[in-house]
């Protein structure tokens, strides 16, 4: 299979080959898909042919997140489709392993995606970062405030607020992606739904928002509301925008809410509630599905930990071994040292892996398979659990790691996906 960039002379192709492959309504807006986003351009198109037709495509999103405070490039991996007469012949994997080569020879550490099935991206060395509560309540099971007189709709002249809220709040997480203007003008100000913001006591001073859609299929009276975000950066803005959704109870028989996996509406409710709930367990009280979210994978091990900030306090060092079988550039040993924020990596030096010579002292070590490297330092995963569960190997490397990337859950919010 031949793997190139897009041509001008491919949207045309392009469009009907994702037509095919999602199903989607219009030719026309799938065209515009190509040639008219605020994300990508077509030069981040990739296509794959087959003696001269071309059978598979994706999309090499140029992104950028916030990690603990710093912006980190990442390329997100996306809309990849194969023409469904050729699947299940390894296309799509083979295209895929193209793609990986690509972005660790142009030097793009990290790459993201959202996974149609967890287990194929796995073996292609992604794994899950983001991992969310769905929740599926009430309006009447959530307690009213006084300071919902402070919730009002979002009027035009509030929009930078919310945009620099958005940001300031992102930064303080961990993963959360950057939100270019062109994505807040072409898409979100442009979403269907309604956008409600928080006010603080002095004019114009937006503490927190949210936005929902609201599903009428039940009638007016019975109706659903899919909460696609929610941010407070005071109390006050907590309690109001909760008591808003409160003051829906007359109609809104549900709210449907993807939170992070840090979230408080276990505690913000009457009571533990799901009206989708699953399998019951003994006295466990069900409020909410855990479900994958955004797949993280190291595509260049040295490059992606000495871009990537650790917890201030970090210090040690350790021998870190991975073991990567797609890109087998990362398999190796590598030296690891942690100080002022930062991690410094070399390779290990070739025998180094022998019994120390008298008076050496042997480094800790930490020997990982690239689908977990990605959890491990997004700090989804403890390096001292994925130990004790045997996802990686540690002889005394889990401990020394075990505080560097701890960090807030990683959240890219649903209205980020690409």
Request: aromatic share 8%; hydrophobic share 40%.
């Amino acid at each position: 299979m031949r793997y190139r960039p897009a041509r001008r002379t491919d949207v045309e192709t392009l469009a009907e080959l994702g037509l095919l492959a999602y199903r989607v309504s219009s030719l026309e807006k799938r065209r515009e898909f190509y040639t008219d986003h605020p994300r990508f351009s077509l030069r981040d198109v990739r296509v794959g042919e087959l003696e001269g037709r071309i059978v598979a495509s994706l999309v090499l999103y140029p992104l950028v997140a916030w990690v603990r405070g710093q912006r980190v490039p990442l390329t997100g991996v996306g809309s990849v489709a194969v023409s469904p007469e050729h699947r299940r012949r390894g296309v799509g994997e083979t295209f895929m392993r193209s793609a990986l080569r690509e972005l660790r020879q142009r030097g793009s550490a990290f790459s993201a995606l959202y996974a149609f099935r967890g287990s194929y991206y796995r073996k292609l060395g992604y794994g899950v970062i983001e991992v969310v509560q769905q929740i599926a309540v009430s309006a009447a099971n959530l307690p009213a405030s006084d300071e919902t007189r402070r919730v009002r709709r979002l009027l035009l002249p509030d929009r930078p607020a919310v945009e620099a809220l958005y940001e300031r709040n992102a930064a303080l997480g961990h993963f959360a992606l950057v939100r270019t203007r062109e994505w807040w003008a072409q898409r979100l100000w442009g979403y269907p739904g309604d956008w409600v913001v928080y006010e603080g006591r002095r004019r114009g001073q937006i503490e927190g928002y949210l936005h929902y859609e609201v599903d009428t299929t039940h009638g007016p009276f019975r109706l659903g509301l899919t909460l696609t975000e929610f941010l407070a950066a005071s109390p006050e803005a907590h309690r109001g925008l909760v008591g808003y959704l409160a003051s829906l109870a007359d109609q809104v028989q549900e709210i449907h809410h993807a939170a992070p996996g840090d979230n408080l509406w276990l505690a913000t409710l009457g009571t533990a509630q799901n009206l989708r709930p699953g399998a019951e367990i003994g006295v466990l009280l069900d409020t909410g599905g855990v479900a994958h979210g955004a797949m993280l994978r190291v595509t260049d091990v040295k490059a992606g930990l000495e871009c990537l900030p650790v917890a201030p306090h970090a210090r040690g060092e350790i021998v870190l071994d991975v073991d990567d079988p797609v890109l087998p550039q990362n398999s190796r040993a590598w030296r690891v040292v942690a100080r002022e924020g930062r991690m410094h990596v070399k390779p290990e030096a070739a025998g180094a892996g022998h019994p120390p010579k008298a008076g050496r002292v042997r480094l800790p070590r930490l020997k990982v398979p690239a689908d977990v490297l990605g959890p491990l330092l997004a700090g989804t995963l403890s390096a001292t659990g994925a130990a004790a569960a045997g996802l990686i190997e540690s002889s005394g490397g889990a401990e020394v790691v075990e505080s560097w990337f701890r960090a807030k859950p990683a959240f890219l919010y649903p209205m980020n996906v690409f």
